[in-house]
């Protein structure tokens, strides 16, 4: 099963790029990216996803690298809003394991 | 859509006490997911259906935990006896395909005392 790691906070400043890393390294070849968030008290909420080229939607970007062993969700111009945690999860032989997340907050 | 519902949002139960919590999956979605979410252990997915059958329940913590889903609207998860380490909140997520962006609904507060 493909697991991921992210650091678990993060800080960035009302208006900036928040870039949040995800190391995938186990992934296997046809196992997609997921990203979500949970705003406090609230149910995940989906992001964006990728299999191997970039995406991007109104909500954010993701980079994924040539290797596809780590990738980046990029917020571009995070508000006050986007305060949450942060998962990256690669379901994979219909598993699906959730890691601690990584908690971004936007300061003003 | 009005997107997943679950209710009750807060449930506040003796332990030993039965507890049924519901969902209401979006429609058409195939796919149903419990997820249980404590400050310990994070979002854990304890069962999920595909087309009403439970696919995949290695999740369930134990007996006391069962799930059902009669219709492709409806799913339950009961825990009978409640004890206080079953209190959590507890998500219901749908989706079209495994494969595929999940929704969540708000989630039912569990505390078991």
């Known amino acids: 099963d493909a697991k991921t790691t992210q650091p678990p906070s993060m800080d960035c400043a009302e208006g900036r790029a928040a870039n949040l890393p995800c190391n995938h390294s186990?992934?296997?070849?046809?196992?997609?990216v997921y990203w979500y968030r949970q705003i406090h008290s609230q149910g995940p909420q989906y992001i964006i996803h990728?299999?191997?080229?970039?995406e991007t939607n109104e909500m954010a970007s993701l980079i994924i690298t040539e290797d596809r062993k780590s990738s980046t969700l990029i917020l571009p111009h995070a508000t006050l809003r986007d305060t949450a945690v942060y998962y990256c999860?690669?379901?994979?032989?219909?598993?699906?394991?959730w890691g601690a997340g990584t908690k971004l907050i936007i300061k003003p | 859509d009005a997107g997943v519902i679950q209710s009750p949002r807060h449930e506040v139960t003796e332990m030993g006490q039965e507890v049924t919590l519901r969902c209401k999956p979006i429609?058409?979605?195939?796919?149903l997911f419990w997820y249980r979410q404590t400050m310990m252990r994070g979002l854990e997915l304890l069962i999920y259906?595909?087309?009403?059958?439970?696919?995949?329940d290695s999740g369930m913590p134990e007996d006391r935990f069962s799930a059902k889903m009669p219709n492709a609207s409806f799913s339950t998860l009961k825990i009978q006896p409640s004890e206080p380490r079953d209190s959590a909140v507890y998500f219901c997520?749908?989706?079209?395909?495994?494969?595929?962006?999940?929704?969540f609904g708000q989630g039912t507060r569990l505390t078991v005392v």
């Open positions: 997520a749908s989706s079209l395909g495994w494969n595929t962006e999940a929704f």
């Open positions: 429609s058409g979605h195939d796919y």
């Open positions: 259906f595909n087309n009403n059958v439970p696919i995949d």
């Open positions: 186990t992934i296997s070849g046809n196992e997609y």
């Open positions: 990728g299999l191997k080229n970039n």
């Open positions: 999860i690669a379901p994979s032989n219909y598993q699906l394991i």
